[in-house]
């Protein structure tokens, strides 16, 4: 019993007990503000913005009447616009199973319904009328060659009772449309060659490419 005590005496006065650890003080957190990086500079990019978009209303303002004033790009449009209403006409006979006839003037054209009403009238739908004016100014339809009454009739569905021809003029250029009885083909020509067939561009040829 006594060597045991002893035994465990010494074992005991053997094993080092770990110091208390010494406590560090915990500092205050500090509170880091960061300035948005774009913060400094708002005032000067919305003011950057500004006089880009100035710029580009400026640059449109005076490049857009000069692109068509070019008199291959305002006739080739005018010719083309034409054909389209000829082609929104004839669609709108057939479908609405009416007849409507499509009238040339020398400053722009018409489409009216089988009461002589502008076509479209208490359908909602945009009625056909062009008067040439704007980018258009100074175009003119010189020659027309659709009967008596300068006129072109579509049937009930969508036929062309007739074939014809008109001159579009702007600035000493002519273009030809001719319309195919029957099935309404439209063609343009430009000095007797096709430019644009059947609301397809065919082969511009010497016409202007706009």
């Known amino acids: 019993m006594g060597h045991d005590r002893e035994r465990r005496g010494i074992l005991e006065s053997g094993v080092k007990k770990p110091a208390p650890s010494a406590e560090v003080p915990l500092m205050a957190p500090t509170q880091v503000t960061r300035q948005h990086p774009?913060?400094?500079?708002?005032?000067?990019?919305?003011?950057?913005?500004?006089?880009?978009?100035?710029?580009?209303?400026?640059?449109?303002?005076?490049?857009?009447?000069?692109?068509?004033?070019?008199?291959?790009?305002?006739?080739?449009?005018?010719?083309?616009l034409l054909s389209r209403d000829l082609r929104?006409?004839?669609n709108r006979?057939?479908?609405?199973?009416?007849?409507?006839?499509?009238?040339?003037?020398?400053?722009?054209?018409?489409?009216?319904?089988?009461?002589?009403?502008?076509?479209?009238?208490?359908r909602g739908e945009p009625p056909i009328e062009r008067a040439f004016g704007g980018i258009f100014e100074g175009v003119e339809i010189v020659r027309i060659e659709f009967g008596e009454d300068d006129a072109l009739i579509f049937d009930a569905e969508g036929r062309a009772l007739e074939s014809g021809e008109v001159d579009v003029s702007f600035r000493g250029e002519t273009h030809t449309l001719v319309l195919e009885e029957g099935s309404g083909l439209v063609t343009i020509l430009n000095d007797g060659e096709a430019i644009l067939q059947d609301d397809r561009r065919v082969n511009l040829g010497r016409a202007e490419r706009p």
Do not use: K, Y
């Open 93 to 122: 006979a057939a479908f609405h199973r009416a007849p409507a006839t499509f009238r040339f003037e020398a400053n722009g054209w018409s489409a009216e319904d089988a009461e002589g009403r502008p076509m479209g009238t208490g």
């Open 88 to 90: 929104s006409a004839q």
């Open 38 to 80: 774009s913060a400094g500079r708002a005032g000067i990019s919305l003011l950057t913005i500004l006089l880009w978009l100035c710029a580009v209303a400026v640059v449109s303002l005076l490049a857009i009447p000069h692109f068509f004033n070019r008199p291959g790009v305002t006739l080739w449009h005018a010719v083309e």
